[in-house]
């Protein structure tokens, strides 16, 4: 039960932050706005406000629905494979509720708006420039956690 209740607050917790700032930014900044919050870093980051209707970090712009099925999908089986994960494997149970609350938080923007809001601008000038969102972070930074939990095992 425990188990269980980690893995809700995780895709609760993530979900929560998620929608929190996309609504933040949707209703505070002007879609292809960018603001700079911290003027020394604007070369680098900033706050860009775009739709996204590909994948994670914006790859194949046309796939939406392919994208929110996939989602759908993936968190299914995740939740269904959830109980054979040891009890002792915090760091595989903790990465299964990232990805799971990041791929849940995109499929939302889908339903919701046709697209995923993006806000987080990334950028080396010249080299590359990127816009995505806190669920893309999650979902990255679940599948790194669980590929090095499961290479260090």
């Known amino acids: ?11 609760g917790g993530v ?3 998620d929608q929190i700032t996309k609504r933040v930014v949707i209703e505070n900044v002007a879609l292809g706005q960018t603001v700079r919050l911290i003027p020394a870093l604007s070369p680098f980051f900033q706050i ?4 996204n ?3 994670a970090f914006g790859v194949l712009p046309q796939g939406g629905d392919v994208f929110l099925v996939i989602a759908i999908v993936v968190v299914a089986a995740m939740v269904y494979f959830y109980p054979r994960i ?3 494997a915090r760091l595989t149970q903790f990465a299964t509720g990232l990805i799971c609350g990041g791929a849940l938080g995109n ?4 339903l919701q708006y046709g697209h995923v809001v993006d806000f987080i601008h990334y950028q080396i000038p010249g080299l590359i420039s990127n816009v995505s969102n806190l669920a893309d972070h999650a979902l990255v930074l679940g599948v790194i956690i669980l590929f090095v939990d499961s290479w260090r095992q």
């Open 15 to 17: 979900l929560a932050i």
């Open 86 to 88: 040891p009890a002792e």
């Open 1 to 11: 039960m425990r188990k269980w209740l980690w893995l809700l607050l995780v895709i």
């Open 107 to 110: 499929a939302l923007d889908r």
């Open 48 to 51: 860009t406000r775009s739709q």
């Open 53 to 55: 209707t590909g994948a």
